[in-house]
C-alpha cells in the first residue's frame, strides 16, 4: 500500500524555468492538498481540491497552478519560478468528514536558483 | 493573520518526564484537532486528533486536551521517550463547501534527552 506518492524527490530549477509536481494517492480519498514548508513558518497551504474536478487556494497559492486530473491524482505546476519558491512541498488527501486525518507524501525538495 | 498559533519554536525535556505542547486557535468553526509529528526528511504523520464536542483524548502514551472556552489545546506526552524527538504540528480543520480544510500551526520542535 504506496499511500501518497510524490514526484520527483528532490529539483534544482533556474529563475523562470516550469515544472510540475506530481502527486498520487492509491486509499480513494476524496479530497487532496498541496502545502510548502518553510524554516519557521511551518506547513502552509498552496491549493487543495475538495473532490474530482473542483480546487480552492489556500493561504498562499500566488506563482502555482493545480489540476485534479481525476480521484487519484493532483499536480501542482510552478509556471515561471521564482527564488521564493524554494521550499519543500507536501502533498497530502484525506476523506471527507469525521476523521480527516490527512496522510501525507514524502515531500519534494525544490531549490529554485 | 495565523489561525492556529504554536508558540513555543522549541521544548526540551528528560527522557520518563512529561512533554506537554501548547497549541492555540482563533477561529471559532473550527470542529476538529489534530495532532502531527514529523521527522527530519519525511512527511508529517498523523499521531492523535480531537473533535470539538470532546475536551480529552487519550491513545497509549499521548493525550490531547481541549480548551474551548480558552481557545486552546495541547498535546502531553507521557512517558517521553528519545524517539519522541521530532517537530509536532497542531492542526484544525473547520467545514469549507463540503470539505475540510487543514490549517496548521508552525510546528514546536520536541527534544527528548536521554
Known amino acids: 500500500n504506496a499511500g501518497v506518492t510524490q514526484t520527483p524527490k528532490f529539483q534544482v530549477l533556474k529563475t523562470g524555468q516550469s515544472m510540475t509536481l506530481q502527486c498520487a494517492q492509491d486509499?480513494?480519498?476524496?479530497?487532496m492538498y498541496w502545502y510548502r514548508q518553510d524554516p519557521g513558518m511551518g506547513l502552509r497551504l498552496i491549493y487543495y481540491?475538495?473532490?474530482?474536478?473542483?480546487?480552492d487556494k489556500g493561504e498562499v497559492p500566488n506563482g502555482y497552478n493545480v489540476s485534479r486530473l481525476n480521484k487519484r491524482e493532483f499536480s501542482l505546476r510552478l509556471e515561471s519560478a521564482a527564488p521564493s519558491q524554494t521550499s519543500v512541498y507536501f502533498c497530502?488527501?484525506?476523506?471527507?468528514?469525521?476523521?480527516?486525518?490527512?496522510?501525507f507524501g514524502q515531500g519534494t525538495r525544490l531549490t529554485v536558483v | 493573520d495565523q489561525q492556529v498559533k504554536q508558540n513555543s519554536p522549541s521544548l526540551s525535556v528528560q527522557e520518563g518526564r512529561i512533554s506537554i505542547l501548547n497549541c492555540d486557535y482563533t477561529?471559532?468553526?473550527?470542529?476538529?484537532f489534530l495532532w502531527y509529528k514529523k521527522y527530519p526528511a519525511e512527511g508529517p504523520t498523523f499521531l492523535i486528533s480531537?473533535?470539538?464536542?470532546?475536551d480529552k483524548n487519550e491513545d497509549g502514551r499521548f493525550t490531547v486536551f481541549l480548551n474551548k472556552s480558552a481557545k486552546h489545546l495541547s498535546l502531553h506526552i507521557v512517558p517521553s521517550q528519545p524517539g519522541d524527538s521530532a517537530v509536532y504540528f497542531c492542526?484544525?480543520?473547520?467545514?469549507?463547501?463540503?470539505?475540510?480544510?487543514?490549517?496548521f500551526g508552525k510546528g514546536t520542535k520536541l527534544t527528548v534527552n536521554p
Open positions: 486509499m480513494n480519498h476524496n479530497s
Open positions: 497530502a488527501s484525506s476523506d471527507q468528514g469525521w476523521g480527516t486525518e490527512a496522510f
Open positions: 492542526a484544525a480543520s473547520a467545514p469549507q463547501g463540503g470539505s475540510e480544510k487543514l490549517v
Open positions: 480531537i473533535s470539538s464536542i470532546k
Open positions: 477561529n471559532s468553526m473550527f470542529d476538529y
Open positions: 481540491s475538495a473532490s474530482e474536478g473542483t480546487t
